[in-house]
């Protein structure tokens, strides 16, 4: 029967920071929630807050959603999940504008989330800069940093998100957060206090080590010097059983001193300075070779040299696009000038704009940085914030040369600059890096090559021309290269390795501007964005307008009756633009009538389609009426809305298999519009689509997806405060929950249904929502309750002459008289609503109501009627692609099969119920499989 679980919304009101009032603070140290003094702000469900913790963990840093998917759905995603993650997002961000106005937000970097938010506002990051700001310091203020960092945590790490996302870094933090707490008390002489903790901590992690040593230490100290050998004794013993290891190195010191009674250890330690290795790192690669030109620009790094005068560290950045030879100067320059360096160089590839790997986090580029400076690999802090301070301590008073090369972002790059003395760091990035020179870096933004440099590159690869003509030739090769370093390189590679090539072979090819691209070799965005300037020049202004238009589709595909609803011309109008398109190579039509397009071209199209929302709404309207076409030949509609008269051109969908293979190819870009529209504040089209989208989940039912979209469409509903929609909406949330057993309660739902249907004064409407209201109550096995409310329901669909809804209701008047135990009084409304779909033509809804007819029929013994309706069930579920009514017929036919003696006949039947039930993932598969166990082994 339908049911409902109430949703958790945001439930907030006026909730925005007050001028003076305590900040809202952002927590992962326990339940991932915000709060402010004692409110607790939480947000949507596990993925929603799942997706929320990922961002907090990286906060200021690009998350991509390609990590994001993997870690939601553990590697195995829907293929909607995409479109899933962007509703996520959509709900966080208005969650945030609530929570937080003015303060946190979620900004987009291509198809990357990146929260930003002052880190001191998120526990995480608070808890390690506290313990970072504890090191060095004297042990009371230690102590009382260490106590208010160990406050943040409020129970188990991420607890409330069903263990989506794996952060053990957590835990360990906590640990080390404790044990340097302990610490600090203990140099405070408050062993008695801590012994109790200490006991604990001991007996619930007792392999770690350092907890050890200080219990025994604790009990040293408090004159308890057998105690202390007993518990160092007791962990030999279980180390050994259970992990077949002997305590580390410190803990038998600390056991040996202890033995030996040493005064010492009723002292508080002093200062460990770190011992480092004498080294002098020489990191650089190999300077390149047929260098040429840039004569000012390695004048600048001269400059920058110089001016490294003791009074802090000089930056310089090096930015430029793509194969301008940035790395290259850098690298050159640097080997030219490291005896000027004598205390070393270090270098290291920050992969910022590497295809084929992630950027290199600072922590492990520090790591890489203290190895080469000497310190032993047991010595390396694994704490980021240690770290840096670990490095900058090394560098101070020394002449160093860091070279920081590909860098993504200026985040990346601080926590690697050295913090004071006479040291340089070059930054080289294919971004200017503003936020540097906001801090005092100094900008060297190189551009293209003389066109004698350029030859001179040229020339070092290919070698020398042979002949005037062929050197005339060379001048307007390197025009065709652009002046660009790469891009001569890869030309004189070409002749190199081709020697029957020409130049003015290669020179022939790369004047043809749509080709030029792909036989230079360049990737990056900034070359293919300029040859797909020059393909729109050449497109008149309809198709220029149609690749525009194009750029507002968010989904992955499109055809022709989506593009002239799009475009607001006649589908034959629409395919011959698309052909054009398509001859220019910037759409590929896939299948007949259907295209799609690289990515690199929908963001170029995504930039020329500006910010008008009209082009979307004329999408979300086609696919709004295309979808209540197709949801028409699925089952009968009872919602009276009909959008379907709009004149709008759409694909002839005459049967249910045609709606069925419609909804299946086209339900990713469904949902993607769906997200779009809801994003841009389309809500009027939103709710009808997700209504009318949802009838297909009813038929092929999926939990993930369907749970998401109804959320959506409720939240529109309510946005344009349409009543209609929200009645609907939480009646097709109470469906979903329901067919996947999600809660036994859902009367919240249910009640505001009724209510808004009360006040709307539709007859029609009420009787769904009454239906609704009652089918919680059977939901909650309030059978009496459940009967007078549908019998209510049933005079209001008689009135307003909805058959479909009162076929629905007889359904489930009998089911309530069966659980009733009467199957002698189901019989009757049973065999109406039978009656009645199949009046109506309603086939899905026939197939549902014969499994029920039939299971009454087994009940009182009319086995023969019971097999005849089960079979017409199945097949019709098997028809329509109804898992959920084929499995349940299944199970009636293998009672009935089981009750006459065919033991083997029940067996087969329960084996195909069950893998229906396993296709929609239905919980009535675990109630199968005990069935399939029950049955007799056979003879």
Same mark, same amino acid.
């Given at each position: 029967m339908l049911g409902?679980?109430?949703q958790?919304g945001?439930?907030l009101v006026?909730?925005g920071?007050?001028?003076?009032?305590?900040?809202?603070?952002?927590?992962v140290?326990?339940p991932?929630?915000?709060t402010r003094?004692?409110e607790?702000?939480?947000?949507g469900g596990?993925?929603?807050?799942?997706?929320l913790a990922?961002l907090?963990?990286?906060?200021?840093r690009?998350?991509?959603?390609?990590r994001?998917?993997?870690?939601?759905?553990?590697?195995?995603p829907?293929?909607?999940a995409r479109t899933i993650? &962007?509703?996520?997002?959509s709900r966080?961000?208005k969650?945030?504008?609530?929570v937080d106005?003015?303060g946190?937000?979620?900004?987009t970097?291509g198809?990357?989330y990146?929260?930003?938010?002052d880190?001191?506002r998120?526990?995480?990051?608070l808890?390690?800069?506290?313990?970072?700001d504890?090191?060095?310091?004297?042990?009371p203020?230690?102590?009382e940093?260490?106590a @208010?960092a160990q406050?943040?945590?409020?129970g188990?790490e991420l607890?409330d998100?069903?263990q989506r996302?794996r952060?053990p870094?957590?835990?360990e933090l906590?640990?080390?957060?404790?044990e340097a707490?302990?610490?600090a008390?203990?140099?405070?002489g408050?062993h008695?206090?801590?012994?109790?903790?200490?006991?604990a901590l001991?007996?619930?992690?007792?392999?770690r080590?350092h907890f050890?040593a &200080?219990?025994?230490?604790?009990?040293?100290r408090g004159?308890?010097?057998?105690?202390?050998?007993e518990?160092?004794?007791r962990?030999a013993r279980?180390?050994?059983a259970?992990q077949?290891?002997?305590p580390?190195?410190?803990?038998r010191e600390l056991h040996s001193?202890?033995l030996?009674?040493?005064e010492?250890?009723?002292r508080?330690p002093g200062?460990?300075?770190?011992?480092?290795?004498?080294?002098t790192?020489a990191e650089?690669p190999a300077?390149p070779?047929?260098?040429?030109g840039?004569e000012p620009?390695?004048a600048?790094?001269?400059?920058l040299?110089?001016s490294?005068d003791?009074?802090?560290p000089?930056i310089?950045?090096i930015a430029?696009p793509?194969?301008?030879?940035?790395?290259?100067?850098?690298v050159?320059w640097?080997?030219?000038n490291? &005896? $000027?360096?004598p205390d070393?160089?270090? $270098?290291?590839?920050?992969?910022g704009?590497?295809?084929?790997?992630?950027?290199?986090?600072?922590?492990?580029a520090?790591a890489?940085?203290l190895?080469?400076?000497?310190v032993a690999? $047991?010595?390396?802090?694994?704490?980021?914030?240690d770290?840096?301070a670990?490095?900058?301590?090394?560098?101070a008073?020394?002449?160093?040369?860091?070279v920081?090369d590909?860098?993504?972002?200026?985040?990346q790059?601080?926590p690697?600059?050295?913090?004071?003395?006479?040291?340089?760091?070059?930054?080289t990035s294919?971004?200017?890096?503003d936020?540097?020179?906001?801090d005092?870096a100094?900008?060297?933004v190189?551009?293209?090559?003389?066109?004698g440099a350029?030859e @001179?590159v040229?020339?070092?690869?290919?070698g020398?021309?042979r002949g005037a003509?062929?050197?005339?030739?060379r001048?307007?090769?390197?025009?065709?290269?652009?002046y660009l370093?790469?891009?001569?390189r890869i030309?004189g590679?070409r002749l190199a390795?081709?020697?029957?090539?020409t130049v003015e072979d290669l020179v022939?090819?790369?004047?043809?501007?749509?080709t030029r691209l792909a036989g230079?070799?360049?990737?990056?965005e900034?070359?293919?964005?300029?040859?797909?300037?020059v393909?729109l020049?050449?497109?008149?202004s309809?198709q220029?307008?149609?690749?525009?238009?194009?750029?507002v589709?968010?989904?992955?595909?499109?055809?022709?009756?989506?593009v002239?609803a799009l475009?607001?011309?006649p589908v034959?109008?629409a395919?011959a633009r698309l052909?054009?398109?398509?001859?220019?190579?910037?759409?590929?039509?896939?299948?007949?009538d259907?295209?799609?397009?690289?990515?690199?071209?929908?963001?170029?199209?995504r930039?020329?389609a500006g910010?008008?929302?009209t082009?979307l709404?004329a999408?979300l309207?086609y696919y709004?009426v295309?979808?209540?076409?197709?949801?028409?030949?699925l089952?009968?509609?009872?919602?009276g809305?009909?959008p379907?008269?709009?004149?709008?051109?759409r694909p002839?969908?005459?049967?249910?298999?045609?709606a069925?293979?419609w909804?299946?190819?086209?339900?990713p870009?469904?949902?993607?519009?769906l997200a779009?529209g809801?994003e841009?504040?389309c809500?009027?089209l939103v709710w009808?689509?997700?209504?009318?989208?949802?009838?297909? @989940?009813?038929?092929?039912q999926?939990?993930d997806?369907w749970e998401?979209?109804?959320d959506?469409?409720?939240?529109s509903?309510?946005a344009?405060?349409?009543g209609?929609?929200e009645?609907?909406?939480?009646?097709s949330?109470m469906?979903?929950?329901s067919r996947?057993g999600?809660?036994?309660?859902h009367?919240?739902?249910a009640?505001?249904?009724?209510?808004?249907?009360?006040d709307?004064?539709?007859?029609?409407i009420?009787?769904?929502?009454?239906?609704g209201?009652?089918?919680? /109550?059977?939901s909650?096995?309030?059978?009496?309750?459940?009967l007078?409310?549908?019998?209510?329901?049933l005079?209001l669909?008689?009135?307003a002459?909805?058959?479909?809804?009162?076929?629905?209701?007889?359904?489930?008047?009998?089911q309530v /008289?069966l659980?009733l135990d009467d199957p002698?009084?189901?019989?009757a409304p049973q065999?109406?609503a039978?009656?009645?779909?199949r009046?109506v033509g309603?086939l899905?809804?026939v197939?549902?109501?014969?499994a029920n007819?039939?299971?009454l029929?087994h009940l009182?013994?009319d086995?023969a009627?019971a097999?005849?309706?089960?079979?017409e069930?199945?097949?019709?579920?098997e028809l329509?692609?109804?898992?959920?009514?084929?499995?349940?017929?299944?199970?009636?036919?293998?009672?009935?099969?089981?009750?006459v003696?065919?033991i083997?006949g029940?067996r087969?039947?329960?084996v195909?119920?069950i893998?229906r039930?396993?296709?929609?993932?239905?919980?009535?598969?675990d109630?199968a499989?005990?069935a399939l166990?029950?049955?007799?082994?056979a003879v």
């Amino acid at each position: 029967m339908l049911g409902e679980e109430p949703q958790r919304g945001l439930g907030l009101v006026n909730v925005g920071t007050a001028e003076g009032a305590e900040p809202v603070r952002f927590r992962v140290l326990g339940p991932v929630c915000a709060t402010r003094g004692d409110e607790v702000f939480t947000v949507g469900g596990p993925g929603t807050r799942a997706l929320l913790a990922m961002l907090l963990l990286d906060v200021g840093r690009s998350v991509p959603i390609a990590r994001i998917v993997d870690v939601l759905w553990n590697n195995e995603p829907p293929t909607t999940a995409r479109t899933i993650v &962007q509703g996520y997002i959509s709900r966080l961000r208005k969650w945030l504008s609530t929570v937080d106005p003015g303060g946190a937000v979620i900004e987009t970097e291509g198809s990357d989330y990146r929260l930003v938010v002052d880190p001191t506002r998120v526990d995480l990051f608070l808890a390690r800069s506290l313990l970072a700001d504890a090191r060095g310091r004297p042990a009371p203020a230690r102590a009382e940093l260490l106590a @208010r960092a160990q406050e943040l945590w409020r129970g188990p790490e991420l607890s409330d998100i069903d263990q989506r996302v794996r952060a053990p870094e957590l835990a360990e933090l906590r640990f080390t957060v404790i044990e340097a707490r302990i610490d600090a008390d203990l140099d405070l002489g408050r062993h008695d206090e801590v012994m109790g903790e200490l006991a604990a901590l001991v007996d619930t992690y007792p392999f770690r080590e350092h907890f050890v040593a &200080q219990f025994m230490l604790a009990l040293y100290r408090g004159g308890r010097r057998a105690a202390a050998l007993e518990v160092y004794q007791r962990f030999a013993r279980r180390a050994a059983a259970e992990q077949g290891l002997e305590p580390g190195i410190a803990l038998r010191e600390l056991h040996s001193r202890v033995l030996r009674d040493d005064e010492s250890l009723s002292r508080s330690p002093g200062p460990v300075t770190p011992k480092v290795g004498v080294v002098t790192p020489a990191e650089l690669p190999a300077p390149p070779r047929g260098f040429a030109g840039r004569e000012p620009e390695l004048a600048w790094l001269d400059g920058l040299r110089l001016s490294a005068d003791g009074t802090g560290p000089v930056i310089g950045v090096i930015a430029g696009p793509a194969g301008i030879g940035k790395s290259a100067l850098a690298v050159l320059w640097g080997a030219r000038n490291a &005896q $000027h360096f004598p205390d070393g160089v270090l $270098h290291v590839s920050l992969r910022g704009f590497d295809q084929r790997r992630p950027p290199l986090e600072p922590a492990e580029a520090l790591a890489r940085f203290l190895l080469a400076l000497g310190v032993a690999v $047991h010595d390396v802090p694994t704490d980021l914030a240690d770290r840096v301070a670990l490095y900058r301590s090394l560098l101070a008073g020394r002449r160093v040369l860091v070279v920081l090369d590909d860098a993504r972002d200026a985040e990346q790059v601080r926590p690697l600059l050295p913090g004071g003395g006479t040291s340089l760091a070059l930054v080289t990035s294919r971004r200017r890096l503003d936020g540097l020179v906001v801090d005092g870096a100094r900008l060297l933004v190189l551009d293209i090559l003389s066109a004698g440099a350029a030859e @001179r590159v040229l020339e070092h690869v290919a070698g020398p021309a042979r002949g005037a003509d062929e050197a005339v030739a060379r001048s307007r090769l390197v025009e065709l290269c652009g002046y660009l370093p790469l891009a001569l390189r890869i030309a004189g590679a070409r002749l190199a390795v081709r020697p029957q090539w020409t130049v003015e072979d290669l020179v022939a090819e790369l004047a043809d501007e749509r080709t030029r691209l792909a036989g230079l070799g360049l990737p990056d965005e900034t070359g293919v964005r300029a040859a797909l300037d020059v393909t729109l020049r050449g497109l008149d202004s309809a198709q220029a307008g149609t690749l525009g238009m194009l750029g507002v589709f968010p989904g992955q595909w499109f055809d022709v009756y989506a593009v002239a609803a799009l475009c607001g011309v006649p589908v034959a109008e629409a395919r011959a633009r698309l052909h054009a398109l398509a001859e220019a190579f910037l759409v590929v039509e896939t299948r007949a009538d259907v295209f799609g397009m690289h990515d690199l071209v929908r963001l170029f199209a995504r930039d020329l389609a500006g910010d008008s929302l009209t082009p979307l709404r004329a999408l979300l309207r086609y696919y709004t009426v295309v979808t209540d076409a197709a949801r028409r030949q699925l089952r009968c509609v009872a919602d009276g809305l009909n959008p379907a008269a709009d004149p709008v051109p759409r694909p002839e969908l005459s049967d249910r298999a045609a709606a069925l293979e419609w909804f299946e190819r086209e339900w990713p870009n469904l949902l993607a519009c769906l997200a779009a529209g809801a994003e841009a504040g389309c809500h009027d089209l939103v709710w009808r689509l997700a209504c009318f989208a949802g009838e297909y @989940r009813r038929v092929r039912q999926r939990r993930d997806d369907w749970e998401w979209l109804v959320d959506v469409g409720l939240d529109s509903a309510r946005a344009v405060g349409d009543g209609r929609g929200e009645v609907l909406l939480l009646l097709s949330r109470m469906v979903m929950a329901s067919r996947f057993g999600l809660a036994p309660e859902h009367f919240a739902d249910a009640e505001r249904a009724v209510k808004i249907a009360i006040d709307l004064g539709d007859p029609q409407i009420l009787a769904m929502a009454y239906n609704g209201l009652s089918s919680a /109550h059977f939901s909650s096995r309030r059978y009496p309750e459940a009967l007078d409310g549908y019998e209510r329901a049933l005079v209001l669909a008689r009135e307003a002459g909805n058959r479909v809804t009162e076929g629905n209701l007889l359904n489930n008047i009998a089911q309530v /008289h069966l659980n009733l135990d009467d199957p002698g009084a189901a019989m009757a409304p049973q065999r109406a609503a039978v009656a009645v779909y199949r009046e109506v033509g309603d086939l899905g809804s026939v197939g549902l109501a014969l499994a029920n007819l039939a299971e009454l029929e087994h009940l009182i013994g009319d086995y023969a009627a019971a097999e005849a309706d089960a079979r017409e069930a199945v097949s019709l579920a098997e028809l329509n692609g109804q898992c959920l009514t084929e499995g349940f017929a299944r199970e009636i036919l293998s009672r009935v099969r089981r009750d006459v003696g065919d033991i083997e006949g029940a067996r087969a039947e329960l084996v195909v119920a069950i893998d229906r039930y396993d296709q929609i993932r239905s919980p009535l598969a675990d109630s199968a499989r005990a069935a399939l166990n029950s049955l007799p082994p056979a003879v």
